[in-house]
């Protein structure tokens, strides 16, 4: 018995170093594939499990967020219908060691959705896109987590109802909860996690979980609520979420106000966020996108081609906006404004926010060639350093030759530099992300205010917080999810190796492409599907 | 190398059931304590280091929160002055194995501070009151654990910044973040969650981590912040936090506005609500309340006695709240108020609210006597099922023929049933409690609210969450204090054994009260204390 606890002695820390850390075995060879499979197959319909090679590489590896590897995918696809189906799902997995990956959207950055171990199971969210009820009376909503936010909102327009985190076009609850995203909107109502109430979760074991009911507030037990929130699916997976919902904006305006300078137009911000103007956003564009903006001809204005803010104002009464304006009209003033553009329609207001929305794709139309690559940060400081940081950022771009772009959350504190480069200056815009970063962690600031971590800022966030909170989310991760299955190697690094990986292409199969029929049914045969 | 595994076969699960757990062994025989207060004077002045019986019993049982035995406290007080005597301290208790209570104002409820292991070490954070700096550029404050929060808004009005969580006078940071509290603030700021930055945290083995620097929102990981605020000190112990601030009201209004029943009240309370009309407060007193207030004396003004409405305003300008205010009266028009009355001047603001903040000492003066005792409940349900909840609630006192009060923070769905009960009657008043609870979760709503789970209200959790959930909390509590030493025995059940307690009341003695200076030489010398 002594022999066998020196064995096995008992774990007393709080955290779980790498190198303590036992090494998760995957198993995602033909036979276990075809054994899931068969299993599943009992309880879920056979036509929504998925095996087709191209949507494998999909789901895994996007245009604005490439795997490192064409190989770095699942093995299949599910697309339950069910919190019981996902965590019948779950228990095949968990049972045979097979990797498990979320997906609703897949607008998400950072690597979050690469599967580096080379095989596994998908679980799309796609059949699960119910609005299940909306409760008018009590402001809230209950959905599953394939609805996409901006058809939900659509929906909620109807009943003069509004749910606020607007992240990229395309994104889906559950991805939303996973990534804890924000948005333009978050000045105002805060992010992503402030709007949740409530999840149902299936842990990796299949073990069905209800974080909370519906209650606006509640100091109930641990927040497993806000634990999920933001664990980019490494702890859970949201089956169902309760959503807290506010009343729609009324009397729109939006202002566009062309600045000298970014120290500017960043002081008149401060001004605004420490007088606590009711603003419903504020977002700052540098000179390089709004000549961006001008050139992409997304807008038909053309806009001054300087430091600007644009700010979406609403309240009860327009008497009461057109007092806000006022207010934020004699702060741009005393900061030198250039200009100072206010809507006077619902359309107008419309068209000028146009400019804000297409930002990211005006800049992304600059790429001198087509090869060129997109890479960007994603850093938020306290609002005072903002000013300094894209300074010092603007500065690095100048000096390095590469196209970048500066454009701000700039209420939060949170600003993306958006670099344009030739795959062969990788290194160089890199680099520039890289001293965003560090300057971001210097300035009491955090490396991502809401794209995450996924595979590309596990370091960058090792810098910001000291291993031994990486090593407490490691045990808490190593609690929930001991085989370590659910979205492996994501956040932070994990030791695994996966036995008899599923490689969907062979080296030289690679190089010819994915869609390459013969390859899609020599896997096929190999793996007896039909 | 087998049967070693056999005995202790790896934990696969997603979940701790409490079968399944471990005991904990716990020593706070007079020999371990003996030997930890020696190796703690190695690094903390000896004067910090209390041993008093008459102060280790008030750190674990209040008057508003009495533990559930004289003898279940801590055996000795440290005063750290330093997030590394924090932590030298947890490492000693960690490796003897001694319990942990964190400690700051002592104002919580629900038996969150009794040390049902009947002996351990309280870690009172008096000494740790420093405002370490305001920010006020970046509109946040970094402070430590023992700062009381009126104190701190004193020290921010100054600089015009405001701190709005306002749990019971005499909180202190380390226990609102603990607790996860709110208050009558809540409604238009949100409760203290939404409030804290980042975090200093002591683990249990007294590992230092930092949860966020100051950023205003992040994506950084998991949201180690949130998972400590409201564990109530069974995760870790704050030494330091980063608390967000807002600009101080401006242009502040009170109106007390009486309806004829509760459904009218809330009707109008709900439409508040789903209008979004920017309201800085909602609070709905019943008629026994008002009763209470008028009878108490502690307001010059009397007031109708039936079901009202505080509501607090404020704003940019003075024209902008009297637009709001105008709104919410034609509402309350439209529900039938018999009164809406409207401060004029600050002082008046201050006077009418002045029933609200005294509502909790009006009622407890209606005791009829000395001996009576006092529970009460905070329900939390989605807003359109308060007034039913209420209602329900009322029925429930009038035919217990006990005094009960109901007090609600409205506009959150919040409210607390406080009944007013002689000793003999305690089974009829648990029962309205217990009804309260039941009704609440019925109602997709929490059992509480803002006041925690602590001792009192573990079966009522697990009710309302189902045992998944808490042996999902259970997996997290064991992954990071595994000797389960922090706060030991709240939020949900634990298997443990104190091995030698240190009982520092015999049972003869105890029915003599715990002043007895006779008892404390005794145990003084007995530990060779001098």
């Given at each position: 018995m002594a022999e066998s606890l020196l064995r096995n002695p008992p774990d007393r820390s709080s955290t779980q170093s790498l190198e303590k850390s036992a090494t998760a075995k995957y198993s995602v060879s033909p036979d276990t594939l075809r054994k899931a499979i068969g299993q599943l197959k009992k309880d879920i319909a056979?036509?929504?499990i998925i095996r087709d090679v191209g949507e494998c590489t999909n789901k895994s590896s996007t245009a604005w967020s490439p795997a490192?590897?064409?190989?770095?995918?699942?093995s299949f696809i599910v697309y339950p219908i069910s919190t019981l189906e996902v965590s019948k799902i779950a228990k095949v997995c968990h049972e045979l060691g097979i990797p498990m990956l979320p997906y609703s959207g897949g607008t998400s950055l950072e690597g979050s959705l690469a599967m580096t171990t080379k095989g596994g199971c998908c679980i799309d969210f796609k059949l699960m896109d119910r609005v299940i009820g909306v409760n008018k009376k009590d402001m809230d909503v209950v959905v599953q987590p394939g609805v996409d936010y901006m058809e939900l909102n659509q929906t909620l327009a109807e009943q003069n109802l509004f749910f606020p985190p607007d992240p990229g076009p395309g994104a889906k609850i559950g991805g939303m909860i996973a990534q804890g995203c924000s948005g333009t909107n978050a000045y105002r109502y805060g992010p992503m996690k402030e709007w949740v109430l409530g999840l149902t979760v299936v842990l990796a074991d299949g073990t069905i979980i209800k974080t909370r009911h519906r209650p606006r507030k509640s100091s109930a037990g641990y927040d497993l609520t806000q634990l999920i929130v933001g664990s980019e699916g490494t702890l859970g997976i949201v089956t169902e979420a309760s959503l807290k919902l506010t009343s729609k904006p009324q009397n729109v305006r939006v202002a566009v106000v062309a600045f000298p300078s970014i120290p500017n137009a960043v002081d008149s911000a401060i001004k605004v966020v420490q007088e606590d103007l009711p603003v419903a956003a504020l977002e700052l564009l540098d000179d390089f996108t709004m000549k961006a903006v001008n050139e992409a001809g997304y807008c038909e204005k053309q806009y001054a081609e300087t430091a600007t803010l644009f700010l979406k104002f609403s309240g009860y009464s327009d008497r009461m906006v057109q007092e806000i304006i006022g207010k934020v009209m004699d702060i741009a003033k005393a900061n030198n404004c250039s200009s100072f553009e206010i809507s006077k329609t619902e359309r107008e207001a419309s068209d000028l926010w146009q400019a804000r929305k297409t930002a990211l794709w005006s800049v992304l139309a600059?790429?001198?060639?087509?090869?060129d690559k997109f890479l960007s940060s994603d850093a938020a400081v306290p609002i005072s350093r903002l000013g300094d940081l894209i300074e010092a950022t603007q500065a690095d771009i100048k000096e390095s030759g590469v196209l970048g772009s500066c454009i701000g959350h700039v209420g939060d504190g949170n600003f993306h530099a958006g670099i344009l480069y030739d795959p062969q200056d990788e290194k160089i815009a890199r680099t520039i992300i890289q001293n965003v970063q560090r300057r971001a962690v210097k300035m009491?600031?955090?490396?991502?205010?809401?794209?995450?971590?996924?595979?590309?800022?596990r370091d960058a966030l090792t810098e910001e917080l000291g291993q031994q909170s990486i090593d407490t989310m490691r045990k808490v991760k190593a609690a929930l999810d001991p085989k370590n299955?659910?979205?492996?190697?994501?956040?932070f690094h994990q030791k695994w190796v996966a036995k008899d990986s599923w490689i969907p292409f062979s080296s030289s199969a690679s190089s010819k492409g994915y869609q390459d029929q013969d390859i899609v049914q020599d896997i096929k045969s190999t793996l007896g599907w039909s």
């Open positions: 056979a036509d929504r490192p590897e064409e190989t770095d995918c699942p600059l790429r001198r060639k087509p090869e009491k600031g955090t490396v991502s205010g809401e794209h995450g971590i996924g595979l590309e800022n299955l659910l979205n492996p190697d994501k956040i």
